[in-house]
């Protein structure tokens, strides 16, 4: 069965970031399978663009791991590999840890507001069953944060990663029974750092992210 997805103009944009978008979407929503192969002219009929920015969309899927260029065969789309995840989530784990304790430090009084309020809206948002913006809520989240610390370069650094760990955190997302759990975790979080508890905070973003890590370990070696 011909994948659904298509191309959406956007005014604002290059066409190469609209074709880059679409597949990144397509793929991470499991309209292109892991193991399926990305044909250029295939991909460019499709979406009635030329082959160009297909290669340059692939290109950059691949430099976000969601992309395998295989010799003599081409691209084809990443499985969700036991390693891969460990890795993402084994950086993010640390760097996290250190932008909660810089945020117990340095928190505004306006940004714990901030944190409450993304948390009520992660809250309001599980209803939808809308997965895309269930993850964009649980980003916006731990932005909150991570703008708290003040420390520019490590909020790029996690932004940079956020691609990487988008595609385990929208598998995670999609098991609706962790829900109760999460949202619990969210104001333990807001609790600790609003009493300045470096300690018991890293401890509740280790575990937040332990938690994710050992569900995703779950479902990947159910698969083998």
Do not use: W
């Not at 030329?50 to 290109?59: D, K, L, V, Y």
């Not at 065969?73 to 590999?81: C, Y």
């Not at 599980?126 to 610390?149: P, Q, R, W, Y």
């Not at 750092?193 to 995703?216: C, F, P, W, Y």
């Amino acid at each position: 069965m011909e994948p659904k997805f298509e191309v959406k103009m956007d005014e604002f944009l290059p066409l190469r970031d609209v074709v880059f978008n679409t597949l990144r979407q397509a793929i991470l929503r499991g309209e292109l399978k892991p193991g399926e192969r990305l044909m250029e002219i295939q991909l460019a009929n499709k979406l009635g663009v030329s082959r160009t920015p297909i290669r340059e969309a692939i290109r950059k899927l691949e430099l976000e791991g969601l992309v395998l260029m295989i010799p003599r065969k081409g691209a084809e789309v990443a499985e969700i590999t036991e390693k891969n995840m460990l890795d993402v989530l084994e950086v993010r784990r640390a760097l996290e840890e250190l932008a909660v304790k810089l945020a117990c430090e340095r928190i505004t009084e306006e940004e714990i507001q901030e944190l409450k309020d993304a948390a009520d809206a992660f809250q309001k948002i599980l209803s939808e069953k809308d997965i895309t913006k269930i993850a964009e809520a649980d980003e916006a989240f731990h932005d909150v944060i991570f703008k708290s610390t003040g420390n520019d370069r490590l909020i790029q650094l996690l932004n940079s990663l956020r691609e990487q760990m988008y595609r385990y955190r929208l598998e995670y997302l999609k098991r609706e029974e962790y829900h109760p759990q999460l949202l619990e975790e969210h104001q333990q979080i807001i609790d600790r750092i609003t009493r300045k508890d470096q300690s018991e905070a890293a401890e509740l973003i280790d575990r937040h992210i332990g938690n994710q890590v050992d569900v995703m370990l779950e479902m990947i070696r159910h698969k083998k």
